[in-house]
T-cell receptor, first 116, second 110 residues
Framework: GAVVSQHPSWVICKSGTSVKIECRSL??????MFWYRQFPKQSLMLMAT?????????EQGVEKDKFLINHASLTLSTLTVTSAHPEDSSFYIC????????????FGPGTRLTVL | EDQVTQSPEALRLQEGESSSLNCSYTVSGLRGLFWYRQDPGKGPEFLFTLYSAGEEKEKERLKATLTKKESFLHITAPKPEDSATYLC???????????FGAGTRLFVKA
């Protein structure tokens, strides 16, 4: 399977601060990046979809000014949670994919964000 | 409305006690149905993709089957290391978007 890394694996921050999460696809070029959020004992909820070099498309209810996504290269995408609040505490997972393989979806190991 | 429903929510088995997990879906135009395994604090790990009714796939103690309305993940003689959350997801024709079920938490006791 594809090799995907996320950094950091966990982060604790104070309310009001911003946190950046990196997602790297190590062995293939990710033309499309999905970002998911998962609350405890719940399933994955898609937050946004981004194509390399383009602006991200956000799902309904996800604030684009709060969750900034940058997909500037085919191997790196970042999600920045701006002015984080305790309710943003969650498990964030990226899923890069290529235009040549749209069916098998691989996921990063996830980033646990805790906002105090 | 496109939906993916998994049952049971949680399942406790003794080692060696075979069982099945269910995933029912209502989507307009199925492109593919996926099964994933997720361990606590980790991202989902891909298991299977099924495309059409009647299709079956196997991997070690796991076998996935698909009908027009649901999919089953059969676990034969499970071991404690099979304990995890199993996620079902569906992608419909015309797009990339994948809809996930809430998952079944499997506990296998030695």
């Amino acid at each position: 399977g594809a090799v995907v890394s996320q950094h950091p694996s966990w982060v604790i921050c104070k309310s009001g601060t911003s946190v950046k999460i990196e997602c790297r696809s190590l062995d293939f070029q990710a033309t499309t990046m999905f970002w998911y959020r998962q609350f405890p004992k719940q399933s994955l909820m898609l937050m946004a979809t981004s194509n390399e070099g383009s602006k991200a498309t956000y799902e309904q209810g996800v604030e684009k000014d709060k969750f900034l996504i940058n997909h500037a290269s085919l191997t790196l995408s970042t999600l920045t949670v701006t002015s984080a609040h305790p309710e943003d505490s969650s498990f964030y997972i990226c899923s890069p994919t290529t235009s040549g393989n749209t069916d098998t979806q691989y996921f990063g190991p996830g980033t646990r964000l805790t906002v105090l | 409305e496109d939906q993916v429903t998994q049952s049971p929510e949680a399942l406790r088995l003794q080692e060696g006690e075979s069982s099945s997990l269910n995933c029912s879906y209502t989507v307009s135009g199925l492109r593919g149905l996926f099964w994933y395994r997720q361990d606590p604090g980790k991202g989902p790990e891909f298991l299977f993709t099924l495309y059409s009714a009647g299709e079956e796939k196997e991997k070690e103690r796991l076998k996935a089957t698909l009908t027009k309305k649901e999919s089953f993940l059969h676990i034969t003689a499970p071991k404690p290391e099979d304990s995890a959350t199993y996620l079902c997801a569906v992608r419909y024709t015309g797009g990339f978007k994948t809809i996930f079920g809430a998952g079944t938490r499997l506990f296998v006791k030695a």
